[in-house]
């Protein structure tokens, strides 16, 4: 993927550039955000339903965030989260909004990674 494609969004995280706490990692062909080891928000540059701002969060704080910021859309594929398609007219507006909610620490924005699997030889079994 060219590189101008690929950060065509990265962008949405200059902010989080001057927080000590932030952490940029790719995830998925996509440009993610940590904040506070917290998964913030994913920015995805590629077809729909992966073109745009995804808002990792918990189900149960979907109709909060949704009322304070109504482009949001539950995520077609993955329906934890939130999203906003680059697409929609409210975009760029609704991801500086958010932006600002993660380095406010807003409770409803961020969700623990799963740790990583350990990556370790197989063990040699005696042979008998």
């Known amino acids: ?29 996509a440009d993610a955000a ?42 077609p594929v993955l329906g934890k989260w939130l999203y906003i398609s680059q697409e929609d007219p409210a975009f760029e507006t609704v991801a500086e909004q958010l932006t600002a909610l993660a380095l406010a620490r807003d409770e409803r924005l961020g969700v623990e990674p799963k740790p990583r699997k350990s990556r370790s030889k197989k063990s040699a079994l005696p042979k008998a």
């Open 1 to 29: 993927m060219p590189s101008s494609v690929r950060n065509s969004l990265v962008w949405i995280f200059d902010a989080f550039e001057r927080d000590s706490t932030y952490i940029a990692k790719r995830m998925f062909g």
């Open 34 to 75: 940590y904040l506070d080891g917290l998964l913030c928000l994913v920015a995805s540059a590629r077809d729909e339903p992966w073109n745009g701002l995804l808002v990792c969060t918990s189900v149960e704080r979907h109709a909060a965030l949704m009322d304070e910021l109504p482009a949001l859309r539950p995520h």
